[in-house]
Antibody, heavy 118, light 108 residues
């Protein structure tokens, strides 16, 4: 059974750096073709893809957010970490991590709501 | 960046009837298209990939079709649990992976 779960702060101040952890089970990030990605969804709005890390440590970022994002993995802990710098109130959203395979996302975490407030 | 446009924004259909949702890509994505269902407060759920292949455990009433720039998700006989928001996603040219803005399927 594949599961993913996001963890991190629920409240962040403007200009701070957000660090989110995705802890997963049921698959390995050392398996060829597998990746873990992040997406976000502002309240009432559509999904926005953020970043992806592959089994071989190849990383891909949304061009519009690339300067603010860093994605890393700890294969031994089955974790993927996303950092987003210089947070702004418009970054208020639910952040999801998801398993990547073949271009799409078969399994998703439940999501974590991150709110920006001073 | 490939822009995905879904129509209509909201679709009102009665239970038991057929629902047809559309997704258009700004350039060809071949058949590199997925559909997701999202209910309030939940994560997206993969329904279809490769434009027409149902994901594991997805009922046969869900079907996908199309290629290139025009795609359709059809739900043949709506059940109460099918009322949700549906997103299409292209994975032909990325980054970035791009999603449509969603179609809300509501009870008529």
């Amino acid at each position: 059974q594949i599961t993913l779960k996001e963890s991190g702060p629920t409240l962040v101040k403007p200009t701070q750096t957000l660090t989110l952890t995705c802890t997963f089970s049921g698959f390995s990030l050392s398996t060829g073709g597998v990746g873990v990605g992040w997406a976000r969804q502002p309240p009432g709005k559509a999904l926005e893809w953020l970043a992806l890390i592959y089994w071989d440590d190849d990383k891909r970022y949304s061009p519009s957010l690339k300067a603010r994002l860093t994605i890393t993995k700890d294969t031994s802990k089955n974790q993927v970490v996303l950092t987003m710098t210089n947070m702004d109130p418009v970054d208020t959203a639910t952040f999801f991590c998801a398993q990547f395979f073949g271009g799409y996302y078969p399994f998703w975490g439940q999501g974590t709501l991150v709110t920006l407030s001073s | 960046e490939i822009v995905m446009t879904q129509s209509p924004a909201t679709l009102s259909v009665s239970p038991g009837e057929r629902a047809t949702l559309s997704c258009r890509a700004s350039q060809s994505v071949s058949r590199n298209l997925a559909w997701y269902q999202q209910k309030p407060g939940q994560a997206p759920r993969l329904l279809i990939y490769g434009a027409s292949t149902r994901a594991t455990g997805i009922p046969a009433r869900f079907s996908g079709s199309g290629s290139g720039t025009e795609f359709t998700l059809t739900i043949s006989s709506l059940q109460s649990e099918d009322f949700a928001v549906y997103y299409c996603q292209q994975y032909k040219n990325w980054p970035p992976v791009t999603f449509g803005q969603g179609t809300k399927l509501e009870i008529k």
